[in-house]
């Protein structure tokens, strides 16, 4: 289903060989560039210097043209290119993490941050110290991946996944029963006095795919570590400070991300 961007709907003037194309606008740098201007079409002013566009749908998939016109309906969009299929190339990690009770727009955050830095899904995690997130955060956050998508350019897009209970994680971690994560070693869980990350990291090779798990606020309890643990996870440091739930996972992932990037170099 085509998705508006900035208030406006991208229309193709020549659709011919877009016929089973779903895409996103990816023109504007906000939502309220050129939001104000759909109300009343585009000014003469506006249409000689809007720059090439380009849209994407969220899965590799990228057109580059130029919008024509924009009125209250939406926009006309000239594609000038055929689409360009774009595979993801970095390690897909999914991150586990208990931020449903964060405030004052730490969530968002996190979300965001996730989003620029490529992770491939993010779960609320819901445990004995954050067990819940509202519907209305899980909406907000939606629209945080998005903006966050558009800004730095992201052709695959992230996934907000439906809150898991801890003991499905166990589940997940124990079975890798996800086909993403499937036969994956890299599982990583942020607590204190555990080996250093880095150091972790240098055992372990370049994987496809793997879990980076964040506690709540407070934590996880004693006995969520050790059945995490058991369950196949290894247990990672980010230093000697208390960190808050958002600057731990973007903390490990951040880690991770490089690691697995300086790897690829390596072998490339």
Not at 224 to 240: D, F, N, Q, R
Request: aromatic residues 6%; charged residues 20%; glycine residues 8%.
């Amino acid at each position: 289903m085509l998705q508006t961007l900035g208030g406006v709907t991208p229309r193709f003037v020549n659709r011919s060989w877009l016929r089973n194309l779903t895409v996103r606008a990816m023109t504007f740098s906000s939502s309220s560039d050129y939001g104000d201007q759909s109300r009343g079409g585009l000014p003469r002013f506006y249409s000689e210097i809007l720059p090439p566009s380009k849209l994407f749908n969220g899965k590799g998939g990228l057109v580059e043209g130029c919008i024509q016109d924009i009125d209250r309906s939406g926009l006309d969009f000239v594609a000038s290119s055929d689409l360009i299929s774009i595979p993801q190339q970095n390690t897909q990690l999914h991150v586990f993490a208990g931020f449903g009770t964060l405030k004052g727009g730490r969530a968002d955050w996190l979300v965001e941050k996730c989003t620029e830095l490529g992770a491939s899904s993010v779960t609320p995690l819901l445990t004995e110290r954050s067990p819940s997130i509202s519907e209305n955060r899980v909406d907000r956050l939606e629209r945080v991946i998005l903006a966050a998508s558009k800004q730095c350019q992201r052709l695959h897009e992230m996934v907000l996944k439906d809150p898991v209970e801890i003991n499905d994680l166990l589940h997940l971690l124990g079975l890798f029963s996800v086909p993403q994560i499937a036969q994956s070693k890299l599982a990583l869980v942020a607590t204190a006095k555990a080996t250093p990350v880095l150091s972790a990291l240098t055992s372990l090779e370049k994987e496809t795919s793997g879990l980076i798990i964040i506690g709540p606020e407070g934590d996880f309890t004693e006995k969520e570590t050790s059945m995490m643990m058991e369950a196949g996870a290894t247990a990672v440091s980010l230093g000697p400070h208390r960190l808050r739930v958002e600057t731990a996972t973007i903390s490990l992932l951040a880690t991770v991300m490089l690691w697995s990037d300086s790897l690829q170099t390596s072998v490339s």
